[in-house]
């Protein structure tokens, strides 16, 4: 299915589920009856400025307009998830779940032995926590050390400089979650 044909079906959906006639969520919009009817047809692919208007209208995001729909269930085996090997092969970076959910990103993460691993500094204002599962993770945020056992969480600014250290003798291993920050 073409993208046109995906945001196409997805506009329509959302506007029948709201009880919105093509006219009404057009007003609402602003923007032409026509250019929302050859949208919804499929045969345009509209700009990054009707999208917004449309999002904004319907009270969905972005992602909801643009992304294929998902089936009910899905089984998903372990050797189908993402996983990255990273610090030469000391951490084990894999996605908790394969679906993106926007504006968020969940890893599960095993670091071995004496392993450290820099953080990417995020976008200002975004958040990231990690909770440890198993041994003893050192996390350098911005210039401050915080040590963490089983069942800690650590809530700290993404868009610092931060690190991840394992300096116990056995694997250690939590769960980063990173709640980006909106854009205006």
Not at 13 to 22: A, P, S
Not at 66 to 71: A, D, E, I, L, N
């Amino acid at each position: 299915m073409k993208p046109s044909e995906i945001i196409a079906k997805n506009i329509k959906k959302l506007r029948e589920i709201q009880n919105l006639t093509q006219l009404q969520l057009a007003t609402k919009s602003k923007i032409p009856r026509s250019t929302l009817a050859t949208i919804e047809s499929g045969e345009s692919s509209p700009s990054i400025d009707t999208l917004l208007k449309i999002t904004e209208s319907l009270s969905v995001t972005l992602d909801e307009l643009v992304s294929k729909t998902r089936p009910k269930t899905t089984l998903i085996r372990a050797k189908d998830i993402s996983k990255q090997k990273k610090a030469d092969g000391a951490i084990i970076q894999r996605k908790l779940i394969p679906d993106p959910i926007y504006g968020m990103e969940i890893d599960h993460l095993i670091l071995k032995p004496n392993s450290r691993m820099r953080g990417v500094p995020h976008i200002k204002d975004t958040r990231e926590y990690f909770s440890c599962l198993n041994g003893e993770v050192e996390i350098y945020c911005d210039g401050e050390k915080f040590s963490l056992r089983k069942g800690d969480v650590l809530a700290f600014p993404g868009d610092r400089p931060h690190s991840y250290y394992n300096k116990g003798k056995k694997d250690a291993e939590g769960f980063s979650v990173i709640v980006l920050a909106k854009l205006a």
